[in-house]
């Protein structure tokens, strides 16, 4: 099984850096794909990056050269760094696990089956 938890997160001043963690059970983030999304209120669920497969890393044009994703499969978690934060990046930041989505659909939230419980990013101008 794969079940997600995504922890870190909080307030931080524009062009602050915050890291996100998100452990998956069952160690399998080498094998599943690993994603990061966000919803900002108001907004639809939206991609932010992913270790697709395990193995090829993607990101949204929004954060991309701002966000680093990363993982450790000892501990079987995966991170997620974003620096030069801006206020538009306030949101709640999901971890999702899917063992099954391919690549076409990596960027829709509904092709994961598992995510974490959210957590608050806000980012003050």
């Known amino acids: 099984d794969v079940s997600a938890a995504g922890v870190g997160g909080g307030l931080v001043q524009a062009g602050g850096s915050l890291r996100l963690s998100c452990s998956a059970s069952?160690?399998?983030?080498?094998?599943?794909?690993m994603a990061w999304f966000r919803q900002a209120p108001g907004k639809e669920r939206e991609f932010v990056a992913a270790?697709?497969?395990?193995?090829?890393?993607y990101y949204a044009d929004s954060v991309k050269g701002r966000a680093t994703i990363s993982r450790d499969l000892a501990k079987s978690t995966v991170f997620l760094q974003m620096n030069s934060l801006k206020p538009e990046d306030t949101a709640v930041y999901y971890c999702?696990?899917?063992?099954?989505?391919?690549?076409?659909?990596?960027?829709?939230?509904?092709?994961?089956?598992?995510w974490g419980q959210g957590t608050q990013v806000t980012v003050s101008s």
């Open positions: 999702a696990a899917s063992s099954t989505i391919i690549m076409s659909t990596m960027t829709d939230p509904a092709g994961y089956g598992y």
């Open positions: 069952g160690g399998t983030v080498s094998r599943n794909t």
């Open positions: 270790f697709w497969r395990g193995n090829r890393i």
